[in-house]
């Protein structure tokens, strides 16, 4: 029996002596520095904080302890996530980091999470990341059932018809237009109804043809045995630019047949992680608005004569920017290391052949929808 | 009666007749139209297989959408996703200067190189082959190319110019210049490999040449034609821009090379070896070195190199050398008194002392380190009676002791130290990296999980066996992509507040879980196939029920399960792919998903699709090729 | 014949009463005897009679229900710790040889001294080597059971169990499962081994075996001992019917 206490005793020893060390749990990462009663660090934490409010505490506590902003991404969307050998670049990137610029003052302090269509909101809620930026549409059941919130649009996408010019077809094309035309898609899609309703109301007929591959679509679309294609207008440019197309096909109707709003996701309940986000993209417009960029922005703050500008920079009413939990001259980083919108577009979406122009993804000063409520 | 003698002498040994060798036509009458019914089918065979080869082969050499360019630019992202190469300009270190960490990754590829190597030699891998075997391929190759080729066109132009049919399929007008070169090549590789044949004879049926020898010239080719053929690189970020020739130095052409000098110095190294070190020991050795490779190559190589991370604050690298030192002693006393002859009934009191420590240390907050240590003791304990017994056998189960616990110790260290590896994603693994860390690790977990769950199920202890069988049936009947979600959705949620396990880890923890049920069942079949006299005899000896399971039972269940194994090996190897679904970006997550979705090689993903099919199957035949000579190696002995 | 050693004073197996059910069959049905030390015991009698069950029983392979069986001072009963000591006092030889195919023959007799006599490699390896020799194979060591012949086998199955230095050899029809002319090579063995007074019980139906080696022949029938007697008693006088007709039927 004293041999048994001897080893039950050394067991307790070795118990305490670890216990008094390192109270926190093992699977916690350094330098997260939580311990399992004040909460933190996991995702668990965000929901529960999310039912009383989201008031202080919150996700933005969770990130500022752990130092770098967590961001969900696709695997590889052209234009809006790209990986490559080296680096991740794309609008929504782009929009990840500067979140993170906010935030940090610094573009960097950021990890990209790619995840697939199927998992993104689950593993918003289960708090893997704090942001989603996935080119994700926005809809009523979203906001609701899933339990997601919507920011502003980043990204206004919508499904067109691509037609060659070389058949009378143009940017301004209407129903009447196509009246009669071969319309080809692949099968397994839903929108050649989308386009058969469009031109019905139009008055007009279409015939449909569906063919077993997205390839065999634009084979006979480039022999010209199909008069136009469809589907999502971003998807529409990509092919138009990768097959060499850019200056032969067009892409109508001007307003497009459906409405895909790209934006950011966050977890419901969080109102000043909500504030945040929405206003880190609101500042992109308002900066595009004022054509300040980042290479401009240190002049126009210099020479003063913008109250709006800089209260974003936070060099008057710097409360506002300071109510919304981060340093005064967050949005200004914001600006400086990622730019405003239309750099932002430039940068990834303009070399794709998505012209921004004229298109719905232009400044309301421009004709587009992109809109920020004022900065005051 | 009397007997009546038939033979007066032993009658002289005859050869059996030799036949004459029969000419292709001959050959063709007696295997493919030796009936109406086989020349149906041969018919029917040649025409699938004239339409599957004309439309495959025309989409790989010939169809305007093969991105191949897709593969090369990206096969950096595709081995080792992210890891930091020097060419991202977010990832800078103190000084501002981009980081290149690539060097680790064929640090690690080299250990893992030279430990093949050493292993051919040590488990004495590769006989010798026949040179007919060799001429035989080069001829079955040439053929095809030429049945492609000529064959093919030919069958085209007959059917579709003169008699206006069409087959359908892709596109088939090559260039003249690939099919001049094709066509010289197949008949060079037929006509080479008839000659060649013919000039051997029935020499060609000896085994005379190495087949280590032949891998190793096959290397020597492979990685020469690095140094000759260049590949291209996009020049702009304009699709059908202009191509440049990559510089040597920004490819790893000179790595390779280097990979291959490695692998022919271990080889030789361990020739030398094997002369000073007995076998048995430089196997044991071996198996040893891979076992802990893994885990120190994926922890220390690809993850953390320095120690500079593992004294940082907020990590006390004090506490885990004391802890590890502490278990060291005081378990090594523990183990070294429960494994003396004399224990008797101590040793349950030990086992009981030990067992409330561990519950005690689930049930508190606690370093993870102590709890494992405790069940690392407390397994020792347990086997103590099997293991220890005499002074020498008991110093050398003590060593093992010492062994695991500065593994364990330093395992640890690596796992709290934390990441140095920038890459701007939660963990620098992916791609083909993620799909082997994924694959290894889940056939190290589930095959000692298995093998317990077997023994579980085959046990008489009706609570173990409703247990296992419970376990069994409830992971077996739920698809292996339900486990691999719930992992990434429910996991977060059941862990402990402030866990923050990384998806992958969760991924290969349920994978494993779900993999040892397969696993028990296959290693129950072998169990099942054990004659009866096996465990009689064992126990007859005197030997403990654990002594028969371990030394006479396994062994041999194991043995007679080795095709089951590695079929199974073979599907967690492509099952792997499933992690893409959920958007853990494997090998396969990237060539579907991300490569396809840069904006360079949109529209490349059937290029991408069949090299992810072509990578994959590689390693898929290489597996069941080795098995095959494991199960020859082992089948020595067996009835 | 009468054999030349002195048999020992004390009983070193005791069975009484021992019984024994498979299901609702009754294999033995109270087996009543008492074997002393360098006894050789050889047990004939037909197929199903339960001869086999009787000599698995000694050394607790079969669990016996009812009777007391004593090995050595021990008793067998549910008690493990007991039951892993005899087993390593008393040897067996099976009728199926049942070496294990997966190690070498020098490895199948190795094994049990290191693991369960826990002796050093180099002194379970020598006494293996002698005992090959003894067997008359020591050239075979290096090779695995599925190259021997089964007469080399069965030879190495007995130098398996006398390296565990056994005070009881168990026997179960050694040679049953042998081609006739491999039999002889096994016998000799055996007959070696009595003459060195090892104790033993065999099982078989060599009879020439049973007249010139044993000191004691037991016939069972219906799960008893019908007869027992010197082989000279039994092979030129034997007093029960059964056994008349038994022995009438094999000789």
Not at chain 1, 27 to 56: I, L
Not at chain 2, 18 to 37: A, C, H, I
Request: aromatic share 10%.
């Amino acid at each position: 029996m004293v041999r048994r206490l001897f080893v039950l005793l050394v067991a307790l020893a070795l118990v305490a002596a670890a216990c008094g060390d390192d109270s926190t749990s093992d699977t916690t990462e350094p330098g997260a520095a939580t311990t399992t009663t004040a909460g933190g660090g996991g995702g668990a934490t965000a929901t529960t904080t999310g039912g009383d409010g989201g008031q202080g505490g919150g996700t933005l506590a969770e990130v500022r302890a752990r130092g770098v902003l967590n961001c969900g991404v696709s695997e590889g969307a052209a234009g809006f996530t790209n990986i490559d050998g080296s680096d991740f670049s794309g609008i929504d990137v782009d929009y990840c980091r500067a979140v993170a610029a906010a935030i940090f003052g610094d573009s960097n302090k950021v990890e990209f999470f790619p995840v697939s269509s199927q998992v993104r909101f689950d593993n918003l809620k289960a708090g893997q990341y704090d942001v989603l930026f996935r080119n994700t549409t926005w809809t009523a059941s979203r906001d609701t059932d899933v339990g997601m919130n919507f920011g502003p649009t980043t990204y206004f996408d919508g499904q067109g018809v691509m037609g060659p010019i070389s058949k009378g077809f143009s940017a301004d094309s209407e129903p009447e237009d196509v009246d009669g035309l071969l319309l080809c898609t692949s099968a397994g899609t839903t929108s050649e109804k989308n386009v058969a309703e469009w031109a019905s109301l139009g008055g007009a007929t279409i015939r449909l043809e569906t063919l077993e591959t997205n390839e065999d679509v634009y084979t006979a679309f480039i022999d010209g045995s199909c008069d136009m294609v469809t589907t999502d207008a971003s998807n529409l440019v990509g092919e138009r630019f990768t097959r060499g197309f850019l200056d032969e096909w067009v892409i109508f109707p001007p307003t497009n047949i459906s409405k895909e709003p790209l934006g950011p996701a966050y977890r419901e309940g969080d109102d000043e992680w909500a504030d945040i986000i929405d206003w880190t993209v609101f500042v992109t417009f308002i900066a595009a608005e004022k054509g300040v960029t980042s290479a401009t922005i240190d002049a126009a703050i210099a020479a003063g004569d913008d109250p709006e500008l800089l209260r974003i920079a936070g060099l008057e009413s710097s409360e506002i920017v300071a109510d919304l939990g981060i340093a005064t001259d967050g949005f200004l980083q914001v600006i400086k290391q990622i730019g405003n919108y239309n750099e932002i577009y430039e940068r990834n979406l303009a070399p794709l052949g998505l012209v921004q122009a004229g298109s719905l993804n232009a400044l309301f000063t421009e004709g587009g929808l992109i809109y920020a409520p004022p900065f005051r | 009666m009397t007997g009546k003698i038939i033979l007066p002498d032993i009658p002289e040994l005859e050869f059996a007749p030799e036949l004459p060798p029969k000419g292709p036509v001959v050959w063709m009458k007696d295997n493919l139209f030796s009936t109406p019914r086989s020349s149906f089918l041969t018919v029917v065979g040649l025409y699938v297989a004239y339409v599957f080869t004309k439309g495959f082969t025309g989409f790989v050499f010939n169809y305007a959408e093969r991105r191949w360019d897709a593969v090369t630019d990206n096969m950096k992202l595709l081995m080792v996703y992210l890891y930091p190469n020097g060419t991202s300009e977010r990832i800078l270190d103190a000084a501002g200067e981009p980081i290149n960490q690539m060097h680790r990754v064929w640090i690690s590829l080299g250990v893992v190189i030279a430990l093949t190597a050493l292993s051919l030699v040590f488990w004495r891998v590769g006989g010798k082959m026949a040179p007919k075997r060799i001429t035989r391929t080069l001829q079955i190759s040439g053929g095809f190319l030429l049945f492609v080729f000529l064959g093919v066109t030919i069958l085209d132009y007959v059917f579709g110019v003169l008699f206006g049919f069409d087959f359908g399929g892709w596109e088939w007008q090559f260039s003249t210049k690939v099919h001049f070169w094709t066509i010289l090549v197949g008949v060079v590789l037929l006509g080479g490999g008839l000659l060649v044949d013919r000039a051997m004879g029935d020499r060609g049926k000896e085994e005379t040449i190495s087949v280590i020898g032949l891998l190793g010239a096959l290397a020597v080719v492979v990685v020469g034609l690095l140094w000759v053929i260049e590949l291209p690189r996009l020049s702009g970020t304009e699709p059908g821009a202009p191509k440049v020739f990559q510089p040597i130095e920004e490819t790893t052409t000179l790595p390779w090379t280097i990979m291959l000098g490695v692998a022919f110095l271990s080889y030789w190294v361990g020739v030398g070896l094997r002369r000073v070190i007995p076998d048995r020991a430089g196997t044991r050795v071996l198996t040893l070195a891979w076992l802990v490779s893994f885990p120190v190559l994926v922890m220390a190589v690809l993850r953390d190199p320095g120690w500079d991370e593992v004294v940082a604050p907020g990590f006390s690298l004090g506490n885990y050398l004391t802890i590890g030192a502490a278990f060291l002693v005081v378990g090594g006393l523990v183990i070294w008194a429960a494994s003396h002859p004399a224990i008797g009934e101590w040793s349950a009191a030990i086992v009981a002392a030990i067992g409330v420590a561990i519950v005690f240390s689930w049930s508190v907050s606690m370093l993870m380190f102590i709890r494992f240590s405790l069940f690392a003791v407390l397994l020792f304990v347990l086997g103590a009676k099997t293991f220890g017994g005499a002074t020498q056998v008991r110093r050398r189960y003590l060593l093992l002791w010492a062994g695991l616990m500065v593994f364990l110790t330093y395992f640890f260290i690596l796992v709290k130290g934390g990441n140095t590896v920038e890459t701007q994603t939660p963990s620098p693994f992916g791609g083909f990296v993620l799909t082997m860390i994924i694959f290894v690790s889940v056939m190290l977990l589930s095959f000692p999980f298995g093998v317990l769950l077997a023994l579980g199920r085959t046990s008489t202890m009706p609570i173990f066996r409703l247990m296992s069988v419970a376990y069994i049936e409830v992971v077996r009947g739920v698809p292996l992509i339900t486990w691999l979600i719930m992992s990434i959705i429910f996991m977060p949620f059941a862990l402990p507040i402030g866990a923050n396990v990384p998806d992958f880890v969760l991924v290969i923890l349920f994978y494993a879980g779900f993999s040892a049920a397969y696993m028990a069942e296959n290693v129950r079949g072998g169990l099942q196939a054990i004659r009866a006299g096996q465990k009689e005899a064992s126990v007859a000896l005197g030997m403990t029920t654990v002594q028969t399971m371990i030394f006479i039972t396994m062994p041999q269940a194991l043995r007679t399960v080795i095709p089951a194994l590695v079929g199974q090996a073979i599907a967690t190897f492509k099952d792997t792919s499933l992690v893409a679904i959920i958007g853990l970006l494997d090998f396969l997550a990237l060539a579907q998903g991300t490569v396809p979705g840069q904006p360079l090689y949109r529209g490349s993903l059937r290029t991408m699709l069949i090299f992810a099919a072509f990578f994959y199957w590689i390693f898929t035949f290489s597996m069941s090729k080795a098995s095959q000579r494991l199960e020859k190696k082992l089948g020595v002995g067996e009835r | 014949m009468t054999t030349e050693k002195t048999l020992g004073e004390n009983d070193i197996i005791i069975c009484e009463g021992v019984k024994k059910w498979f299901g609702d069959f009754q294999a033995l049905k109270g087996v009543t005897t008492n074997i002393k030390e360098r006894e050789v015991v050889v047990v004939i009698g037909p197929s199903g009679s339960g001869k086999s069950t009787f000599i698995r029983c000694i050394n607790r392979l079969e669990v016996h229900q009812e009777g007391r069986i004593i090995v050595d001072g021990v008793e067998l009963s549910s008690d493990v710790r007991n039951i892993d000591k005899i087993r390593s006092e008393v040897g067996m030889v099976f009728q199926q040889f049942n070496l294990f195919p997966h190690l070498t023959v020098l490895q199948n007799v190795t094994l049990a001294p290191m693991w369960v006599r826990k002796k050093p490699r180099e002194e379970a390896e020598a006494t293996a080597m002698a005992l090959l020799e003894r067997v008359g194979i020591p050239e075979q060591a290096a090779k695995f059971p599925g190259q021997l012949s089964g007469g080399q086998q069965q030879r190495v199955a007995i130098a398996r169990s006398l390296a565990m230095e056994p005070r009881i050899m168990l026997f179960d029809e050694p040679t049953s499962a042998l081609d006739p002319e491999m039999i002889k090579e096994v016998l000799d063995v055996m007959k070696e081994l009595a003459l060195s007074g090892m104790t033993m019980i065999v099982v078989t139906h060599e009879m020439g075996f049973a007249r010139e080696v044993a000191d004691r022949v037991f016939f069972f029938d219906y799960g008893t001992i019908v007869e027992e007697g010197t082989p000279e008693h039994f092979f030129t006088n034997p007093s029960h019917d059964r056994t008349k007709l038994f022995l009438s039927q094999i000789l």
